[in-house]
């Protein structure tokens, strides 16, 4: 059984960094794309960063210059590094994996197989 298993959130101040950890189990994704989305109360789930399975990133451009992501293939675990925080970053953050292989990086939910629980992330202003 394939399980994403997020950590790292909690309760920051703005300005502050928090490090989201994302651990998958039951397979190996070395050869598929990976991302972060996150989901505030009343909006629609939306893509913040992702990184291909050779290591190319993109990201939204609402976090552009402040989160970094990046992937362990041995650790088969994804990270997000987040800094410079701000209240509207408050939300619930997914990992996705995509269950195709050697591909681009998706940007829509509909694009990616496994999910991970969520996270909460929030920021205080």
């Known amino acids: 059984q394939v399980q994403l298993v997020e950590s790292g959130g909690g309760l920051v101040q703005a300005g502050g960094s928090l490090r989201l950890s994302c651990a998958a189990s039951?397979?190996?994704?070395?050869?598929?794309?990976m991302g972060w989305f996150r989901q505030a109360p009343g909006k629609e789930r939306e893509f913040v960063a992702g990184i291909s399975w050779s290591g190319y990133s993109i990201y939204a451009d609402s976090v552009k210059g402040r989160f970094a992501v990046s992937r362990d293939n041995a650790k088969n675990t994804l990270y997000l590094q987040m800094n410079n925080l701000k209240p509207e970053d408050t939300a619930v953050y997914y990992c996705?994996?995509?269950?195709?292989?050697?591909?681009?990086?998706?940007?829509?939910?509909?694009?990616?197989?496994?999910w991970g629980q969520g996270n909460q992330v929030t920021v205080s202003s």
């Open positions: 039951g397979r190996t994704f070395s050869a598929n794309a």
């Open positions: 996705a994996a995509d269950g195709r292989a050697y591909g681009l990086v998706p940007t829509t939910t509909k694009e990616y197989e496994y």
